[in-house]
């Protein structure tokens, strides 16, 4: 059963940093691309960043360019969201998400609960 | 960034009504387009890819179309099960955008 399970959020001041971590298993990990989907309370969802499957490429949203670096440890089946120079508006749960594809289409087929990260002072 | 526009915004139906929902992009994406079904305190869950591919497990009660910038999201009969929110996803460059949402309530 694949299981996504992600750690790490929690209150943080503006300006702040956190490193979010997501544990994958039971599916090869190194095989595939994973990306990090955001939701803010009451809102819809937001793509954050993505990450091939060797880690070599990394595709971010304009929103968290420059602050937020995705990156992987494929011996430790683990993806990680390191968060810096944070904003109030970066508040939102924070969900470690598996990427398949076909072709050209990329969608998202296996989700993490996500954690809460939420920026105040 | 492409944008994707839902519509509508919320829809009220009964058990076994027909239901469609649109999601229209800002330009082109070929068939590069993924709807998603979110329960309130969940994950969202994969039900269609590549425009009309029905991910493994979903009832065929669900289907999808559309090419270009226009696409939809077809419930053929609502069932309990399926009042949540709706989200579309386009694939077509490397800066991946979902939708608004769609709400689906029970009338």
């Known amino acids: 059963e694949v299981q996504l399970v992600e750690s790490g959020g929690g209150l943080v001041q503006p300006g702040g940093s956190l490193r979010l971590s997501c544990a994958a298993s039971g599916f090869t990990f190194s095989s595939y691309e994973m990306t990090w989907v955001r939701q803010a309370p009451g809102k819809g969802l937001e793509w954050v960043s993505y990450i091939s499957s060797s880690g070599s490429t990394i595709y971010s949203a304009d929103s968290v360019k420059g602050r937020f670096t995705i990156s992987r440890d494929n011996a430790k089946n683990s993806l990680y969201l390191q968060m810096n120079n944070l904003r109030a508006e970066d508040t939102a749960v924070y969900s470690c998400?598996?990427?398949?594809?076909?072709?050209?289409?990329?969608?998202?087929?296996?989700w993490g609960q996500g954690t809460l990260v939420t920026v105040s002072s | 960034d492409i944008q994707m526009t839902q519509s509508p915004s919320t829809l009220s139906a009964s058990v076994g009504d027909r239901v469609t929902i649109t999601c229209r992009a800002s330009q082109s994406i070929s068939s590069w387009l993924a709807w998603y079904q979110q329960k309130p305190g969940k994950a969202p869950k994969l039900l269609i890819y590549k425009t009309s591919s029905l991910e493994s497990g979903v009832p065929s009660r669900f289907s999808g179309s559309g090419s270009g910038t226009e696409f939809t999201l077809t419930i053929s009969s609502l069932q309990p099960d399926d009042f949540a929110t709706y989200y579309c996803q386009q694939s077509n460059s490397y800066s991946w955008t979902f939708g608004q949402g769609t709400k689906v309530e029970i009338k």
């Open positions: 998400v598996r990427v398949s594809a076909t072709l050209f289409s990329y969608y998202f087929d296996y």
